[in-house]
Structures are given as structure tokens and as C-alpha cells.
């Protein structure tokens, strides 16, 4: 990938032009094969963000950042640069126990510069009751537009582990021609540009947050947030950015960004509420590439 052009050769990950609304669970560890997080190094919090706001619940210690929400704020950190396309990750871990109500997050934002009309590409963990798994939440956002049809409809998914236990990669990469969600170097949703109306252009900052979404985080609010379980801790470490720098001179500003597959069946993955005949068509995570 370059900046200002792409190239990019995926396994087909979870595509946008299957329009049901599912929430996926991939019954044991992928291998992909091929470990993109591997070809762009780490950097630490300080050579790529800044604390944006609750600087009082974020602690940064040996190269881990922990943030928190309690009763009185939440927090949130964000890049030192926008960047108009690249490769985004970080480590996290997620706090056990009830989360419910609670986002621990990883996303590209323009809000800032585009207030009311802004792009937005989220990777959400929506906290959950003791008795659940996390939700991992992904979402396209256009122009102040995510109506669920034409522009980044959410895409739910139950992880293949328990992302409270210990620290796994998440990733987004963003090129001219499509957005890849990564977990621990698996491809998870592939989210093709089809039209200049339906896919963000400009560009965007990098953020991390905690906060309190208890009108919907959690069985569309069914459980609110509950401050006796305070504080609610988010855990980031592995920062990576290498992407085109619309500040000016780009960090790793030419890269080729190739995702190759080496295996040759596919991990079994279910789909809630589809039978074999429909799950067919949804088998997306590993295949040949095809062009939005």
C-alpha cells in the first residue's frame, strides 16, 4: 500500500453485501496463515497520542495504558495526527465481571474537524452481564450517516476466546478501495468502497475511550451501568500506526500491505438464527478476494 494508492490481496473476510444482520461466533482460533501485525512495529503511547480527555483515569506505566470509568468521568486518548489511510491497531484487555452499559474502544474519527458530519470506523466492546461474553461491535460511519442500508451498518461479533483474560490484537486497516477489521491478524469484516458516497475519504484521527452507552450498549439497554462495580478498566498496550500522515511527512509513508492465506479450510463459524443452506453464502472469513 502507498500513499495515495493501494494494494492489497485479502482473505475474504465477513463482506457488507450480505445484508442480514448477525451476530457471529467462530468456533475455535483461526489461523490466517500469514501475521500482518507483524510487518509494521509498535510505538509507544507517547509517540502517537495524547490524553484528550479524563486525564485523571489514564495511567500510563512501562508502555500500557490503563483507563478507567468510574461515577465521576471515563477517558480517552486520540492521535497526535490525522492520517488519510494506513494500517491501526492495539492490544487491549477488557475488564471481567459486569461491564454492562460500558464501550471500551478503538476507532477513526473526524468528529472534531467535521462536527455533525463527520466519517467514524469503530471497533466497540460492548460490556456485558457476568454471565455473557463481550460483543465485539464494528461500524462504518459516512458523512454523519450509519442508517443501517447504504452507509456502514453494524456488525456484531462473539470472539473465539475470552478478550478478558489477557491481551489480543485489534486492527483496522484503511485503504482507497476497502476497510479490513482485524482480530489477533484474522480478518473478521471487509467493508469494500462501492461509491465516493459510501465510504470515507477524508481524514481521520486514531482514538481509544471508556464511557458510559447505557441507553444502548447492552441488549439495547436493557442493563445500565452499575457504579458498585466501579471502576471499569480498559488496558491498551502494542500501539501500531502506519498509515499516510494528511499532516505531512507520513509515518511509514510506503509499505505494501500484502494479506496472503495459507490454509486451506476455513475455522467452522455460526451464524445465530441461519441454517446450513443460508450459512453457505456467509462462509467469508477465508476465500478468494473479489472486487467490490
Not at 475455522?267 to 445465530?272: L, R
Not at 446450513?276 to 478468494?288: A, D, H, I, V, Y
Request: proline share 8%.
Amino acid at each position: 500500500m502507498r500513499c495515495g494508492g493501494a494494494e492489497t490481496t485479502t482473505p475474504r473476510a465477513r463482506d457488507d453485501a450480505t445484508r442480514h444482520e448477525t451476530l457471529a461466533l467462530a468456533a475455535g482460533p483461526p489461523s490466517p496463515g500469514y501475521y500482518p501485525s507483524s510487518r509494521i512495529g509498535s510505538i509507544g503511547f507517547n509517540q502517537g497520542f495524547r490524553n484528550l480527555w479524563g486525564p485523571q483515569h489514564q495511567k500510563l506505566d512501562q508502555g500500557a495504558l490503563t483507563i478507567w470509568l468510574d461515577r465521576s468521568s471515563g477517558s480517552g486518548f486520540k492521535s497526535l495526527n490525522p492520517y488519510s489511510s494506513g494500517y491501526f491497531g492495539a492490544a487491549i484487555k477488557l475488564q471481567s465481571g459486569y461491564t454492562a452499559g460500558v464501550i471500551t474502544s478503538l476507532y477513526l474519527s473526524n468528529n472534531e474537524a467535521h462536527p455533525g458530519n463527520h466519517d467514524e470506523i469503530d471497533i466497540e466492546f460492548l460490556g456485558t452481564t457476568q454471565d455473557k461474553p463481550y460483543v465485539l461491535q464494528t461500524n462504518v460511519y459516512i458523512r454523519g450517516s450509519g442508517d443501517g442500508n447504504l452507509i456502514g451498518r453494524e456488525m456484531k461479533f462473539h470472539l473465539w476466546f475470552d478478550p478478558t483474560k489477557d491481551f489480543h490484537n485489534y486492527a483496522i486497516l484503511w485503504n482507497p478501495n476497502e476497510i479490513i477489521f482485524f482480530v489477533d491478524d484474522v480478518p473478521i469484516r471487509r467493508y469494500p468502497r462501492k461509491s465516493d458516497d459510501t465510504f470515507p475519504m477524508r481524514p481521520m484521527w486514531v482514538y481509544g475511550s471508556i464511557w458510559d452507552a447505557s441507553s444502548w450498549a447492552t441488549e439495547n439497554g436493557k442493563y445500565k451501568a452499575d457504579y458498585n462495580y466501579q471502576p471499569f478498566v480498559g488496558k491498551y498496550n502494542n500501539f501500531k500506526i502506519s498509515g499516510c500522515n494528511a499532516n505531512g511527512a507520513p509515518r511509514a509513508a510506503r509499505f505494501r500491505f500484502t494479506i496472503r492465506l495459507q490454509r486451506a479450510e476455513p475455522p467452522a463459524v455460526h451464524v445465530h438464527g441461519m441454517g446450513p443452506e443460508k450459512l453457505q453464502g456467509l462462509r467469508l472469513l477465508w476465500g478468494p478476494t473479489t472486487q467490490p
